[in-house]
């Protein structure tokens, strides 16, 4: 994988003239591509062109319903929020491992959850690197009887995960959990260590049922036996102007006061190249057409980073000269 912040898209997000971006490549040195008459550059140099700080969160994706696109809209805005220059760290809870295979990894012979809480190791010193700014804890299909080790040694479901979580938090700005899709005590304990809890739906019938029961399930069962407060969020994924449904069931959730408040402004269209692209073992960063998958990630991406960035928008472009004058002379040298 070789996921590409174009040039271009760091200087409309930074609001400032891309000759900027170019003279502040040059000048520091930083590792960039031309290609296709193209710059572009990935995670490290990132950190030095946004110069965004974070404050370090947790989200977890869940959704009782599976094929809604936790998997796949998770994955795709890890990979989005690490070309902003944010340190990503995913625990795949699922024992399908979707999100693990889409990072080209064999959990075989790694520690995965179960291993971890079964020998009690260090979750921080398992987290296997996928690429700079994205590592994960893998998963593989023992991890389907962690249900079980909760009920066996009776562990306190909403500190078990919150402990691992609260460790992984100095050393990455966003903990992804890809939950499988079930409501039992590990999914529970996930989303009590979260922060945000991010229920993606799709217009497909029983995908509303879904998020109803999930809603449910959290509000009333979860959040009161467990005195939290839960922050949950709502994607909606698979928009396809063309039927009916996607305009119904998107109509709904806006109409509904109680999902609205809880809706992303950003929705993410149906697109192949979601699939196509994990199936390929990349990302749909690693393309450097434009497409509707990359621009609806990427917006599902900022409204990630305006809920947790603690710098604002002045202080993270000081390092940058964005005066015309000096920056059409360096435009000519790129
Ligand atoms: N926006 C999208 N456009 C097209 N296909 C999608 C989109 N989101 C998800 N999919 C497809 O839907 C299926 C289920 O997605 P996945 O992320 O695995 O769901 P979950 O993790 O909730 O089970 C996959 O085949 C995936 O390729
Ligand atoms: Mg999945």
Not at 76 to 86: K, M, N, P, Q, V
Not at 184 to 195: F, K, Q, R, Y
Not at 239 to 260: A, M
């Amino acid at each position: 994988m070789e996921p590409k912040m174009l040039a271009s898209e760091a200087s409309d997000f930074l609001k400032v003239t891309l000759p900027a971006i170019h003279k502040h490549l040059k000048s520091k040195n930083l590792v960039y591509t031309k290609s296709q008459n193209k710059v572009y550059f990935g995670h490290s140099t990132s950190k030095q062109i946004f110069k965004l700080a974070f404050r370090p969160t947790c989200w977890s994706w869940q959704n009782l319903k599976g094929g809604v696109g936790k998997t796949h809209l998770s994955f795709a805005t890890a990979i989005r929020l690490s070309l902003y220059g944010a340190r990503i760290g995913v625990i795949d809870l699922d024992q399908q491992a979707n999100f693990t295979h889409a990072c080209g990894i064999n959990a075989e012979d790694k520690p995965i959850l179960i291993d971890i809480m079964r020998d009690n190791l260090n979750i921080e010193d398992h987290m296997v690197k996928v690429m700079d700014g994205l590592d994960i804890l893998p998963s593989r299909i023992d991890n389907a009887v962690l249900d079980n080790i909760f009920a066996v040694n009776n562990l306190p479901v909403d500190r078990e995960l919150k402990k691992r979580v609260a460790r992984l938090k100095s050393k990455y700005d966003f903990i992804f959990i890809d939950c499988p899709p079930s409501l039992g005590a590990t999914v529970s304990s996930a989303s009590l260590a979260a922060d945000y809890i991010v229920v993606p739906v799709d217009p497909e019938r029983f995908s509303l049922l879904g998020l109803n029961v999930t809603l449910r399930e959290l509000e009333e069962n979860i959040a009161k036996r467990y005195e939290a407060n839960l922050n949950i969020k709502i994607v909606f994924n698979k928009y396809d102007g063309r039927t009916v449904l996607s305009h119904q069931v998107l109509t709904s959730l806006v109409k509904d006061e109680d999902y609205n408040k809880r809706l992303f402004k950003t929705f993410i269209r149906t697109s192949q190249d979601l699939p196509n692209s994990v199936a390929k073992s990349k990302s749909i960063f690693d393309s450097l057409r434009s497409s509707t998958a990359k621009e609806d990630i990427d917006l599902l991406a900022r409204e990630f980073i305006e809920f947790t960035r603690i710098n604002n928008q002045i202080e993270a472009t000081t390092h940058l000269d964005n005066t015309q004058e000096q920056s059409n002379e360096t435009a000519e040298i790129m």
